[in-house]
């Protein structure tokens, strides 16, 4: 009887050969994976049941099927190919040992690699709500992710506190940091880290992916000198939102409203010694339709000192485009993942490569979704996430494997069924930043609770009848 994961047919391939993520290996053919692993080191000296190639594959599918065990994610993968060619009665499942200790032989290094070469802005000067005169919009945001609850988790990225005190959150979690392209909500570039770290300190890690004709929004808890010249340096114009309490002189009042003013480095800022010339941009929402709250005045600061190229009007109204950075994050924690659904890697090196591959099966649903939006003539909010994610699921299960001419039909196929799916246009909408469920009428579960008593006795032998 042949080992499980090994079929042998007469031309001599294996299935693993064949094994792909269905419409999503256009963005990362088997050529593109072949290369990664071998510029990375982890190519096979000899043949073995999963190859590095496969368990790439396996580790990107994980994303897309996020509530399937280790098993069965690998039967998503190959049964419709098994069935397909005849090769289902020759073929087993590897076992969750095995496929652990081939995610663990693949490492980290291939998945991050992967997403650095393929995840690159794709959105063209013509995409609905991708430009701004002549700049790509781009967002920087952080969120946090929960891990599994193992010591070598906690012991490499920490737990948040609570009310209860420092670490002693219910699961550990990770922080992580992305830019990602505003109108396709594509992201291509990420920073992982502890919880610990913050979100600042992880962006820096972001700036080889920054560059010239970028327009990068930021929210008002990013802004630094020492981080704003960074992202300035590699040749972006910026546009981030900065703090009430942050003293920014009017030096020079423009004819659009904004002024121009100065900002320094910490240590610089009583001597005003090397100042960097920003202009700001002060406005409020005059809206009937909108709640009022005490956090109705906002401010600017921007490095297109030129109002000619970017009226403070106009540059107000885009900020708000910086909000599509969390429609991201939510296709990535809830669709994507599930809602409060806690990752399965036990290790870090797991966890960082379990991380890149949900962020490289994102981007690649993402360039189906622009694909179908291309295609319609329409801006990409109006294609589903979720109908894109379920098409490529279905892919997957359908067995397209790595043959050229399967992918273009199952790609024609999912273009056009998402484009009989599209959403209406938005409406103008907002909400409370408010949750349903803020606490539980259950205790909290401490770590004491770990070691909890566990029985000794069946429950015929434990009963004992009062008064009997």
Not at 24 to 38: G, K, M, S
Not at 124 to 153: K, Y
Not at 311 to 323: G, I
Request: aromatic share 8%; charged share 25%.
């Amino acid at each position: 009887m042949p080992r499980a994961g090994w079929v042998k047919p007469e031309n001599d391939q294996r299935l693993s050969d064949h094994v792909a993520i269905g419409v999503l290996t256009r963005t990362f053919p088997p050529e593109l994976v072949d290369a990664v692993v071998r510029d990375t080191g982890k190519g096979q000296q000899r043949s073995r049941l999963l190859p590095a190639r496969l368990v790439v594959y396996y580790v990107l599918a994980m994303a897309l099927f996020s509530s399937s065990g280790y098993e069965e994610v690998m039967r998503n993968l190959v049964e419709g190919l098994a069935w397909e060619s005849g090769w289902q009665q020759r073929w087993e499942v590897p076992s969750q040992p095995a496929i652990s200790q081939a995610r663990a032989r693949l490492g980290d290094k291939p998945l991050v690699e992967l997403f650095e070469r393929a995840c690159l802005p794709f959105a063209t000067p013509v995409t609905p709500g991708a430009f701004f005169r002549t700049w790509r919009l781009m967002s920087i945001d952080g969120s946090c992710l929960d891990l599994a609850d193992t010591p070598e988790n906690d012991k490499a990225f920490g737990r948040p506190g609570s009310g209860r005190g420092q670490g002693v959150g219910a699961f550990p979690q990770l922080r992580i940091v992305g830019l990602a392209e505003t109108g396709t909500h594509a992201l291509v570039g990420a920073a992982i880290g502890a919880y610990s770290n913050g979100e600042t300190t992880l962006a820096r890690e972001l700036l080889g992916r920054i560059g010239e004709g970028m327009l990068v929004f930021a929210d008002r808890n990013f802004f630094g000198f020492e981080l704003w010249n960074a992202v300035r340096g590699r040749g972006a114009e910026l546009c981030w939102r900065t703090k009430s309490n942050h003293s920014l002189a009017v030096e020079q009042r423009l004819d659009d409203g904004s002024y121009l003013s100065h900002v320094h480095a910490k240590n610089d800022r009583r001597a005003t010694k090397n100042p960097v010339l920003v202009r700001v941009v002060e406005y409020e929402l005059d809206d009937p339709g909108r709640p009022k709250s005490a956090d109705t005045d906002y401010r600017l600061i921007t490095t297109i000192t030129d109002p000619s190229l970017a009226p403070a009007r106009e540059l107000a109204a885009l900020y708000p485009e910086r909000w599509e950075f969390e429609s991201t994050l939510g296709e990535l924690k809830t669709h994507q993942r599930g809602p409060r659904v806690v990752l399965r890697s036990k290790t870090p090196a797991g966890v960082r490569q379990e991380v890149y591959g949900y962020l490289c099966t994102h981007y690649a649903i993402r360039a189906l979704m622009a694909e179908t939006a291309e295609h319609n003539g329409v801006d990409p909010d109006r294609v589903s996430f979720k109908g894109a994610l379920h098409a490529a699921r279905r892919s997957v299960r359908q067995g397209l494997g790595v043959a050229s001419h399967a992918l273009a039909a199952g790609l024609r196929a999912a273009v056009a069924e998402l484009g009989d799916q599209l959403l209406r246009e938005r409406r103008l909408r907002s909400a409370p930043r408010v949750v349903k469920r803020k606490m539980s009428s259950y205790p909290v579960k401490r770590p004491d609770h770990k070691n909890w008593p566990q029985p000794t006795r069946t429950p015929v032998e434990a009963v004992r009848v009062i008064g009997a």
